[in-house]
């Protein structure tokens, strides 16, 4: 069937031929012929998983929990299973997945794909260290089995691939232990971005959730605003979280545009005081600790029909007071809408097209004035070695990428084009930057 496509951004949309398989073997009769992608949750920034004259094949009803090994902390599950649902089932064994972004709908395949990020990288790395096996369909090569050390290569280039290896179909996870548990979570104020650093550093190794809320919407607030540190505590009678959560909308229903120049600055004052008005920590349940966003999706719908542009960067450490000082300067001159500012410490080697610093995200307005301040924050990431998250920016360019990643974008490339000299395996996101 045909169905129109849209970026959770609403940056990009198209027509395209939509086939949703829901036995093994329509999947593995997919041909060699024609260029297709796979699609989980379709909950993507950009249009990793989809784009124009690509079949999408959507996983969908690949959904199941496959088998869970108590004793080792293994898990195995299939492509689309949503994290929500892997967390319930390991909740009541006792375990708990160490990575996870922000909103249980999020399916391990495209966790896989992008190689997530979750609540303090800094500590717990990114969701492919948790990977010890993926199963992966290839029409050229069939149903391959990777394990991380004995197919090191095409391993490798799956976690964090976009998809482009193949179909991801299954993978096993390790977890680790997590009793029932509450997180006390607590905010500390910070005065602008070089104290969010500060900040940052003082609680990175021992928190269980860390990032910060920074208001950038004019330029004399310098980035005020606060961290939020949760700790998990024991709790035997801590409340296990259902699956009924509200799903995220790639091309759902938009109301109207809230977020404007008037709007922006007078909102985030508002919650910046709500938000620093507890000084003591203050206990939630787990699961809205680490999925914040389940409680505020309506934070996308109010951009409107045009929806945004988040630009999320990692910075060396070793620049990152200077980033922000010329960020604060790009900022004045450019006199962008910038809704939403926030930062998470990383750390690990920089490898392929993952990443590795001091993050800061961006959500901008895309008017003029927001598209001239992302053009000219593009050449800033240039100048001071930062790199771009290429599954949050759906405007960023292949001359960019290219800069910003160096050599280890030619090694991706390079190790693409040999796994799979036919590239089937395409999106919008991977023509955009040359891949």
Excluded at 277 to 289: E, I, K, M, N
Aim: charged fraction near 25%; proline fraction near 5%.
């Amino acid at each position: 069937m045909i169905r129109e496509l849209v970026s959770l951004d609403r940056r990009f949309t198209c027509p395209v031929d939509y086939v949703e398989p829901d036995r093994y073997r329509a999947l593995y009769a997919i041909g060699d012929h024609e260029r297709i992608i796979a699609q989980g949750a379709g909950t993507s920034y950009t249009a990793a998983s989809f784009g124009r004259g690509v079949k999408v094949v959507s996983m969908r009803h690949f959904d199941r929990i496959l088998d869970f090994d108590a004793a080792a902390g293994l898990v195995e599950v299939e492509a689309s299973c949503p994290l929500g649902r892997i967390d319930h089932f390991l909740a009541r064994h006792g375990y708990t997945l160490p990575v996870q972004p922000g909103h249980p709908q999020i399916t391990v395949g495209g966790c896989i794909a992008c190689n997530a990020h979750g609540k303090n990288p800094y500590r717990d790395g990114l969701f492919c260290d948790a990977v010890q096996q993926i199963r992966l369909f290839h029409p050229r090569c069939g149903l391959v089995t990777l394990h991380r050390e004995a197919h090191r290569s095409v391993f490798e280039l799956t976690c964090g691939g976009f998809g482009l290896t193949g179909v991801i179909v299954s993978a096993r996870l390790q977890a680790r232990p997590q009793p029932r548990a509450v997180a006390n979570m607590r905010t500390i104020s910070v005065g602008d971005l070089h104290e969010t650093f500060e900040a940052l550093d003082e609680q990175a190794a021992e928190t269980d959730v860390l990032y910060t809320w920074n208001d950038l919407s004019r330029p004399s607030r310098g980035g005020r605003g606060f961290v939020v540190c949760g700790q998990f505590e024991p709790c035997d009678d801590a409340v296990e979280a259902d699956e009924s959560w509200r799903p995220l909308e790639s091309g759902g229903r938009r109301g109207p545009r809230v977020w404007r120049r008037g709007t922006v600055p007078v909102l985030n004052e508002l919650y910046r005081r709500v938000a620093c008005r507890h000084a003591r920590p203050v206990r939630t349940r787990r699961f809205d600790a680490i999925y914040p966003i389940t409680r505020k999706a309506f934070y996308y719908r109010l951009y409107g029909r045009y929806g945004f542009v988040e630009q999320q960067v990692i910075m060396p450490n070793d620049v990152r007071h200077d980033y922000a000082d010329a960020l604060s300067r790009l900022v004045r001159e450019t006199d962008p809408c910038v809704v939403l500012a926030s930062c998470k410490a990383f750390r690990g080697p920089r490898s392929l097209l993952h990443f590795r610093g001091v993050c800061l995200s961006v959500d901008v307005v895309p008017d003029a004035a927001g598209r001239r301040f992302l053009d000219r924050l593009d050449d800033l990431n240039d100048e001071r070695g930062a790199i771009s998250n290429l599954c949050k920016d759906s405007r960023l360019s292949a001359e960019h990428v290219r800069k910003q990643y160096g050599p280890e974008y030619e090694r991706f490339r390079r190790r693409l084009h040999r796994f799979d000299p036919g590239r089937q395996f395409v999106s919008a996101l991977s023509e955009r930057i040359d891949l």
